[in-house]
């Protein structure tokens, strides 16, 4: 018997969690010491053939904040020999996450099994998970807008932040955000506008991007906002080379 899709009414928890708190996680040292054969068995089908499998296949999209995990699921089978990873601090939201993709792998087993999720803190150990230029996309949907000043700091798009995104993210590779926020819309814009390792999208370009209409409505919140007719701020920038490195 396939197993149930879980029921989100017993996995409620508050919208945001503090990421500069003491949580307990679990993270590698470095991104060669990452088993991911828990996570994706069908293509690392033991934690000896994980060293060896690792160099053909990687993540390569990985959604920060992934909330109830809509996102990845709408992915999923659109890239199917794509793995892509949600990160999700909360605790009963990554268990919600979880039991889903274990239930749509049980639903439908040929499906499904390029998705996980993993809990942890993207502000603090992104780079404990993924080597330089290994990311092609990096989604940001609907952050938490952190609308007093003094916790501005806070935001998941910084200055000091989007440096580390760019060591992961690949040459070409695309980070996408989106908010019904326009006050944290402006502040990602100019934060990824002012920073020489990314350059936006424009929108008559990004409406060819086929990722675009999940980024808008996959979410829990997008469909939220899209229920009480709130506006969706969209800006999608591209990584591009360091001219004072040999990148390409």
Known sequence: MSAKLPQKRYFRQRAHSNPFSDHYLEY???????????????????????????????????????????????LSTLFPDVLMLGMEIRVKVEEYVRERINALRSQYPEQYQNVSIIRMNAMKFLPNFFEKGQLSKMFFLFPDPHFKNRKHKARIITTQLLSEYAYVLRVGGIIYTITDVKDLYEWMVKHLDDHPLFERIPDDELERDPVISHVRTATEEGKKVERN???????????????DSSED
């Open 28 to 74: 590698p040292l470095s991104p060669a010491h990452m088993d991911w054969s828990t996570h994706y068995p069908k293509f690392f089908t033991s934690k000896s053939d994980n060293v060896q499998s690792s160099i053909q296949k990687k993540v390569e999209f990985a959604d920060l904040g992934c909330g109830y995990g809509g996102l990845l699921v709408a």
């Open 229 to 243: 007719n709130g506006d969706k701020f969209i800006a999608c920038y591209k990584r591009i080379a360091d001219e």
